[in-house]
C-alpha cells in the first residue's frame, strides 16, 4: 500500500513537471533559427546630397538571396574611406522581401562596418518592428561571408516571436 502512494505521488510529480515544462515552452514560443546561402550583390554609385564632398560616396545596393533565404533586397549605403588603404566605413539600410524558410514576408536590416587596416567589424541587424506578413515579429543578426574568390554569402541567426 505505502509503495501505491509513493507511485502515484511520483506520477502526479513529473505529470506537473511536464506540463510545467510544457507551459514554458508555449510561452517561450520562439526558437532561434539559422538560414544560411549564397548571395549576389551589385552596388551602383548615386548622387550625395554633397556632391563636392569626395569624402562621402552613396551607392544603391541590389541583392538576390539563396539558400534559405530565397528574396530580394533593396537599399542605399553611405560610405567613407580613410587616408590608409583597407580602411574605412559605411552604414546601410536593405529592405528584404522573400520567402524565409517557406515564410513569405518583408524586413528591414540595418548595416554598421567599419575595416581598419583590412580587419573587419560588421554588425548588421534586423530593424526591430520592420517583419510583414508571416515575417512579423522576426528579429536577428546576419554575417557576411566574402570567399577569396569574391563570392558572398550569409548567415542568418533569427527567430520569430508569436505576436
Same mark, same amino acid.
Given at each position: =500500500?505505502?509503495? !501505491?502512494?509513493?507511485?502515484?505521488?511520483?506520477?502526479?510529480?513529473l505529470?506537473?513537471?511536464?506540463?510545467?515544462?510544457i507551459?514554458?515552452?508555449?510561452?517561450?514560443?520562439?526558437?532561434?533559427?539559422?538560414?544560411?546561402?549564397?548571395?549576389?550583390?551589385? =552596388?551602383?554609385?548615386?548622387?550625395?546630397?554633397?556632391?563636392?564632398?569626395?569624402?562621402?560616396? !552613396?551607392?544603391?545596393?541590389?541583392?538576390?538571396? &539563396?539558400?534559405?533565404l530565397?528574396?530580394?533586397?533593396?537599399?542605399?549605403?553611405?560610405?567613407?574611406?580613410?587616408?590608409?588603404?583597407?580602411?574605412?566605413?559605411?552604414?546601410? =539600410?536593405?529592405?528584404?522581401?522573400?520567402?524565409?524558410?517557406?515564410?513569405?514576408?518583408t524586413?528591414?536590416l540595418?548595416?554598421?562596418?567599419?575595416?581598419?587596416?583590412?580587419? &573587419?567589424?560588421?554588425?548588421?541587424?534586423?530593424?526591430?518592428?520592420?517583419?510583414?506578413?508571416?515575417?512579423?515579429?522576426?528579429?536577428?543578426?546576419?554575417?557576411?561571408?566574402?570567399?577569396?574568390?569574391?563570392?558572398?554569402?550569409?548567415?542568418?541567426?533569427?527567430?520569430?516571436?508569436k505576436?
Amino acid at each position: =500500500m505505502k509503495n !501505491r502512494k509513493w507511485v502515484t505521488i511520483v506520477v502526479c510529480g513529473l505529470a506537473l513537471v511536464a506540463g510545467a515544462a510544457i507551459r514554458a515552452q508555449e510561452k517561450k514560443g520562439n526558437e532561434k533559427m539559422v538560414a544560411k546561402g549564397a548571395f549576389d550583390v551589385k =552596388m551602383a554609385p548615386v548622387d550625395t546630397a554633397h556632391k563636392d564632398e569626395k569624402a562621402i560616396a !552613396r551607392y544603391s545596393l541590389d541583392k538576390v538571396y &539563396q539558400g534559405d533565404l530565397e528574396a530580394t533586397g533593396t537599399g542605399e549605403m553611405l560610405a567613407s574611406m580613410g587616408t590608409v588603404k583597407g580602411s574605412g566605413t559605411y552604414v546601410a =539600410m536593405e529592405i528584404v522581401s522573400g520567402t524565409l524558410a517557406g515564410k513569405k514576408g518583408t524586413f528591414a536590416l540595418g548595416h554598421i562596418g567599419t575595416q581598419q587596416s583590412g580587419q &573587419q567589424n560588421l554588425s548588421i541587424n534586423v530593424v526591430p518592428d520592420s517583419g510583414t506578413g508571416e515575417l512579423a515579429g522576426i528579429s536577428g543578426e546576419m554575417k557576411i561571408i566574402i570567399a577569396a574568390d569574391g563570392k558572398h554569402s550569409y548567415e542568418f541567426e533569427y527567430e520569430i516571436a508569436k505576436i
